[in-house]
């Protein structure tokens, strides 16, 4: 039995989390063809390798879940597929690591992995994808935020968007960064009565607000732009979920501002 690796793998450190892997789920194996085909040998559970290993794109002439998951991007970037892209969050993990490191620290199906640094929701999503529960804590309430916009929005992605017009007209009343009748919008969040929608469309506020910040974007078009790609990803999150039939973890985030 042979496995090939991602098209991406090109540094030292994937390599070396790509034999890890291997030898988290018992596999024997060599390497050849340069460092990019493995020789697999004593596989006892073909199925849960083809499911679960992040940096191999086929095993067995069979493609791995994980290389059917990166094909559902929005971005130009392989480490930003599905939900991951969305806010821009400097320092992020690559979600390919985090997802080898759940398999190298032998977390299976139904365990609990705690993130004390949530961040940007990286092992939140990508514990979930693999089944593992997630209690993710952070001080910060924007990664809070970010991280729940993620894992929860595919959950309720039709109430999402029957509420996009609304959204789009409230939000039409800002020029640059000052608001004007700024309650509009306000007014719009605050009316949605599931707290998982009210936090997409607070967190497509912020991601509008961060372009025109940084990149000087007109803010109403980069809120549609956004706007227009969260939802598309939350489709895309949700679809993945129903073509692979994924079994998906139970995710938990906490927000504490006082450690004492």
């Not at 493995?38 to 994980?66: C, H, M, P, S």
């Not at 970037?77 to 490191?101: C, D, E, V």
């Not at 967190?203 to 910040?213: G, I, P, R, T, Y």
């Not at 809120?223 to 073509?243: G, W």
């Amino acid at each position: 039995m042979k496995a090939e690796l991602m098209d991406n793998v090109q540094f030292i450190y994937e390599l070396a989390l790509s034999m890890l892997e291997l030898k988290s789920f018992n596999v024997k194996f060599k390497v050849s063809n340069s460092l990019r085909l493995f020789e697999l040998n004593n596989v006892n559970d073909f199925d849960t390798l083809r499911r679960r290993l992040a940096y191999f794109k086929k095993i067995d002439g069979i493609q791995t879940d994980y290389s059917k998951i990166v094909r559902y991007n929005v971005t130009k970037s392989i480490n930003q597929y599905l939900t991951h892209w969305i806010y821009p969050y400097k320092g992020k993990f690559h979600p390919q690591m985090i997802r080898a490191l759940l398999n190298v620290i032998k977390l299976r199906k139904g365990d609990t992995v705690l993130d004390p640094f949530i961040g940007s929701g990286t092992t939140a999503l990508e514990s979930q994808l693999l089944g593992i529960n997630c209690i993710g804590v952070d001080v910060s309430p924007l990664c809070v935020l970010q991280s729940r916009v993620k894992v929860e929005s595919m959950f309720v992605l039709d109430g999402i968007k029957t509420l996009y017009d609304d959204a789009v007209k409230s939000f039409s009343s800002l020029k640059g960064l000052h608001l004007e009748n700024s309650m509009n919008y306000e007014d719009f969040l605050n009316s949605i009565e599931d707290e998982r929608v009210r936090n997409f469309y607070e967190l497509a506020k912020l991601v509008a607000v961060s372009d025109n910040v940084r990149r000087c974007r007109k803010i109403i078009d980069s809120f549609i732009k956004n706007l227009d790609l969260m939802i598309r990803s939350v489709e895309y999150h949700r679809n993945v979920v129903k073509e692979l039939d994924i079994q998906l973890g139970n995710v938990e985030r906490e927000m504490h501002e006082n450690w004492n």
